[in-house]
């Protein structure tokens, strides 16, 4: 697959957005996702500042801990039976085995308070696993799976209602 094809696919998803049930607007799948990642890694940067206490590390731990695990759930749930069914059995299977990963790191990190002298090199173990994961995703799963036959602008954003539910 040519770099064109590739670029003008993601160039379509990320400009996909149209109003659904009148007044609602949403978005497309991918787009979903990326904003998630994006929150993700705000999380991050929140919680990497100079001058964050202790009380706003765990704060900022347990939501990425709370956002996470719900955005897994909706891919586990939407994103990757689509991509199974388009892209085949060894991508999803890899993505569920990164997500398996991460929930183990996570769970680890759920039972550890920021106390813990090892909290922050959990927390930036977990943190470099999901950036690795995101950007796999990001660079070459959901180009992939947007320029996949079959996988129109229309599937994308349905698929998009599903992940906002």
Request: with cysteine.
């Amino acid at each position: 697959m040519s770099p064109d094809v590739v670029t003008q696919a993601v160039q379509g998803f990320l400009s996909a957005v149209t109003p659904v049930r009148g007044c609602y607007l949403t978005k497309n799948i991918i787009q979903l996702i990326l904003e998630d990642h994006a929150r993700g890694r705000s999380l991050w940067q929140q919680y990497k500042m100079p001058g964050t206490t202790a009380r706003q590390k765990q704060e900022l731990a347990w939501t990425m801990i709370r956002e996470s695990s719900v955005h897994a759930a909706k891919e586990e749930e939407v994103l990757y039976p689509a991509m199974r069914i388009t892209l085949g059995d060894i991508e999803s299977d890899h993505c569920l085995h990164k997500h398996q990963h991460l929930k183990d790191l996570l769970d680890q990190l759920n039972k550890t308070s920021i106390t813990d002298p090892n909290f922050d090199g959990m927390f930036q173990e977990y943190m470099m696993a999901l950036e690795d994961h995101m950007h796999e995703e990001e660079d070459e799963l959901l180009p992939r799976f947007a320029a996949a036959e079959g996988v129109t602008s229309e599937y994308l954003m349905q698929l998009g209602r599903q992940f906002e539910v």
